[in-house]
């Protein structure tokens, strides 16, 4: 056994296996060394089992790319295009530039932010969204900045805001996905 056999058999073994198995693996293999190394008294094993890399957990937290700019550029068309409210318009278009800039979750996160905490948030100098625990999908309380073309956008949607055109469901809210979906 040498210092490369055993690199290289981890590698393949960590390309063929799960995180389950692979740590099931590490913690074996480390063990083998130390025995091996108690009974021959040779140095190497305890060695080899230093270079020994414990397995990784894939992240949740990364994320492909979904969505790339033409798609927002069409879909901010899109919407402008219907056959609706100025009201409308701004808070979804507001919405989307949002999402897209933040990447927070349509349903998770943005669809749970309200009128006063998106006005709070443009009001600040730099304009910073506070984000609880209880609404993100994570549970991880942080800090979101607006993207610098919404603040603008966000204004003139908060100045236009009439609770009146609002469904009893979304009002109050900054940005509701599902009031979206239906007229589109």
């Not at 230093?50 to 397995?55: K, R």
């Not at 409308?88 to 943005?110: D, V």
Request: contains cysteine.
């Amino acid at each position: 056994m040498t210092k490369k056999k055993l690199m290289e058999f981890q590698n393949w073994y960590k390309a063929n296996y799960e995180y389950a198995t692979q740590c099931n693996y590490h913690s074996n293999i480390k063990n083998l060394l130390e025995w091996l190394f108690k009974k021959t008294g040779n140095p190497e094993f305890r060695e080899m089992k230093e270079i020994l890399e414990p397995p990784r957990k894939s992240s949740k937290k990364i994320n492909p790319i979904l969505i790339r700019e033409p798609d927002i550029h069409n879909l901010i068309k899109a919407v402008w295009n219907t056959d609706t409210t100025l009201q409308f318009k701004l808070k979804h278009i507001a919405g989307i530039l949002f999402a897209a800039y933040t990447g927070q979750r349509p349903q998770a996160t943005i669809g749970k932010l309200t009128l006063e905490e998106f006005r709070e948030a443009i009001q600040r100098d730099p304009p910073l969204l506070w984000i609880p625990e209880e609404k993100d999908k994570e549970r991880l309380p942080h800090w979101v900045p607006p993207p610098p073309s919404g603040c603008g956008l966000g204004e003139s949607y908060l100045d236009h805001y009439d609770p009146e055109l609002e469904r009893e469901e979304t009002k109050g809210l900054a940005f509701s996905y599902y009031s979206m979906r239906k007229p589109l």
